[in-house]
């Protein structure tokens, strides 16, 4: 076994959700582009024995939800780049017989012994869940499991296994996703 378990930075998944974000907010575009064209021949053909009413308000509905979905979509890809320019270079922490130490976002140490948990927590959208420590029932850090190179399951077995048994990587919070 290994002297430390270091679980690095990436910025890999990352990247691949800013360009993920960048293209639903190109094709966002040009389904919007294509519906406006489609709305504006049925508008023209058919408005004619409609009430104007209902041409106003189909008018309004589909400018509502575009710009709605627009809105969405240049969100998610801002929210992409902040957190692709989060990500720093280094670790994110270590684990070894004596405890974990975060490095990043803040700079920690628990002995095994204070470790009142290891858990995954927070949503499964944006950056996902994170990797979270406390220590003593009290908060002391966490990093989204996105930014790291190692995959829950191996943060899992490396707990295990430094800590004899006594921590594990807690994962029940993400049954309660929907």
Known sequence: MPERF???LTPLPTAARVTQQRSALRWRIISTIISAVVLGLVVYFLGRDWPRTWTIVVVALWTASSVFWLVVSAVGLANAKRDLAAIQ???AFYLDGRGVEFVTPVAARVPWEHVSALRLVGRQSGAGPS???????????????SFIDAAPEIIDSAARAYSLGRVHLDTSALDRVV
């Open 131 to 145: 990797v979270s420590l406390e220590a003593d029932g009290a908060h002391i850090a966490k990093v989204p499991v």
């Open 89 to 91: 270079e280094g670790v």
């Open 6 to 8: 270091a679980a690095g």
